[in-house]
């Protein structure tokens, strides 16, 4: 009898050791698994970060390679209706801003710089700015200002043809073109730095509000 009992002693804690081992494993398991998701988060930090400074560089680097450059009159664009005409016919010769973006520009991006336009053409006059996308396909571009509601008009116009160096990379830019067509003030808005952005506009306002004055004034 008292075998009988040592037994089923023997066998309880058998069978509460093999409950102990697998809730071990699995707990083990479990933090194994939530170790691998925070490492991969951790490394996705990493290279978004790695990504960001190499962009950042590059930009920089397009930066240095140019303080200004010289607008092609007879680069040719294509209007919204089809037609087509050169830079020279759409210019006002007086001061304005140009944003310039291509068919690998990010929407996001699009949405907030179009928004941003939209502003400041309501202080500096609508007459003041340009746009210029870059696209195989016109029904495209006119997709992208639909979508996005755009007010003001855009044209499309050939990587390369304005003669500016920033066109060969896909990124977006902005510059100021003056009456004799020299384009300075480049700026590549970056991706996440607002902050700079503003500041930037902020600049360009003030700078638009003073060339005015001054008109007005001589």
């Known amino acids: 009898m008292k075998k009988k009992y040592f037994l089923l002693i023997v066998l309880a804690i058998a069978i509460l050791f093999n409950f102990?081992?697998?809730f071990s494993s699995q707990y083990l398991n479990t933090m194994i698994k939530q170790l691998?998701?925070?490492n991969a988060d951790q490394e996705q930090v990493i290279l978004n970060q790695q990504s960001y400074n190499?962009?950042?560089i590059s930009h920089m680097q397009l930066y240095r390679s140019m303080s200004e450059f010289h607008i092609d009159l007879n680069?040719?664009?294509?209007?919204?209706?089809?037609?087509?005409?050169?830079i020279k016919d759409i210019s006002s010769q007086t001061m304005q801003l140009v944003f310039r973006f291509n068919?690998?520009?990010?929407?996001?991006?699009?949405?907030?710089?179009f928004r941003k336009l939209d502003s400041i053409s309501n202080i500096i006059g609508h007459d003041k700015?340009?746009?210029?996308?870059?696209?195989?396909n016109d029904k495209d571009l006119h997709i992208v200002k639909r979508?996005?509601?755009?007010?003001?008009?855009?044209?499309?116009v050939k990587i390369g043809d304005i003669n500016c160096p920033i066109d060969n990379y896909n990124v977006p830019y902005i510059f100021v073109i003056d009456?004799?067509?020299?384009?300075?003030?480049?700026?590549?808005?970056?991706?996440?730095?607002?902050?700079?952005?503003?500041?930037?506009?902020?600049?360009i306002i003030n700078l638009f509000q003073n060339t005015d004055n001054n008109l007005y004034n001589e």
């Open 20 to 22: 102990y081992y697998l």
């Open 36 to 38: 691998e998701h925070i």
């Open 54 to 56: 190499e962009e950042l």
């Open 75 to 86: 680069a040719e664009i294509r209007l919204e209706d089809g037609s087509i005409k050169c």
């Open 103 to 113: 068919e690998f520009t990010c929407q996001n991006c699009l949405f907030e710089e």
């Open 129 to 136: 700015i340009i746009i210029m996308g870059a696209y195989k």
């Open 147 to 156: 979508l996005n509601r755009v007010k003001l008009p855009i044209y499309n």
């Open 179 to 203: 009456k004799n067509y020299n384009a300075n003030n480049i700026f590549i808005p970056l991706k996440g730095n607002d902050k700079q952005i503003d500041e930037y506009y902020r600049t």
